[in-house]
């Protein structure tokens, strides 16, 4: 979530006599052009045709790590 604290408790930097500090990652949220973040999962909007919708379809999305999927249905 965006705002969100993630903290390494110790894995700062350590020197001797030393306790080591805290890491702290703060999550920043970026608006996507093509996904939409609902709670923990990932949307995406496609628009199809009423005949798609009753004969079938099938489209590409490009995944934020690259990789391709196959999204299709039959009728």
Not at 24 to 49: G, S, T
Request: charged share 25%; net charge negative.
């Amino acid at each position: 979530k965006h705002g969100q604290k993630i903290p390494f408790m110790g894995e700062a930097d350590e020197a001797p006599g030393l306790v080591p500090g805290d890491v702290v990652f703060i999550l920043n949220m970026a608006e996507h052009e093509r996904f939409i973040r609902k709670n923990d999962d990932l949307v995406i909007i496609q628009k199809i045709k009423l005949a798609e919708a009753l004969c079938g379809f099938q489209f590409v999305v490009e995944h934020l790590d690259g990789r391709h999927l196959l999204v299709s249905s039959e009728p």
